[in-house]
């Protein structure tokens, strides 16, 4: 998608600060950090939101999630703990509409969300 603005980093056209990337997925560090860590785990595929996600698409789902626990472990936060997000439409709080996963950590996280 043209005007989207994770298909631009995704293409290198947009300089990101990359953390992990393989034939499915890029994990870059989000700009306006909410926690010590917060990374952006985003499909190579685009597609809006989870909202947006068929039955096709279970595998990259899957993958993204693995992922997430995988940079977890390599960063040595996995023991302490972390909290994945995945923010979807208008009241989920989603902001740019190319699913993607937020993986935070390096502090203490309440439950509910506000
Ligand atoms: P969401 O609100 O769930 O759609 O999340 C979008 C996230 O993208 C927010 O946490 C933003 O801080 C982040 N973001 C926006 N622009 C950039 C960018 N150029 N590079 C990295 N992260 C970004
Ligand atoms: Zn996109």
């Known amino acids: 998608m043209s005007d989207c603005l994770f298909c631009k980093i995704i293409a290198g056209e947009i300089p990101s600060k990359l953390v992990y990337q393989d034939d499915v997925c890029v994990a ?3 700009i306006s ?3 010590p860590t917060h990374v952006l785990i985003v499909p190579r595929e685009h597609f809006d939101s989870l909202d947006k996600a068929e ?3 279970k595998e990259t789902l899957g993958h993204l999630l693995l992922t997430a626990a ?4 390599d960063k040595n ?3 302490d703990g972390y909290r994945v997000v995945i923010n979807t ?3 989920g709080g989603q902001t740019v509409y190319h699913l993607h996963v937020h993986l ?3 502090r203490p996280f309440i ?3 506000g």
Request: glycine content about 4%; proline content about 12%.
């Open 28 to 30: 870059f560090n989000d």
């Open 33 to 35: 950090p909410q926690a």
């Open 55 to 57: 039955k096709h698409q």
């Open 70 to 73: 995988d940079i977890a472990r």
């Open 77 to 79: 936060f996995a023991a």
């Open 89 to 91: 439409n208008r009241d």
């Open 104 to 106: 935070l950590a390096g």
């Open 111 to 113: 439950f509910p969300p």
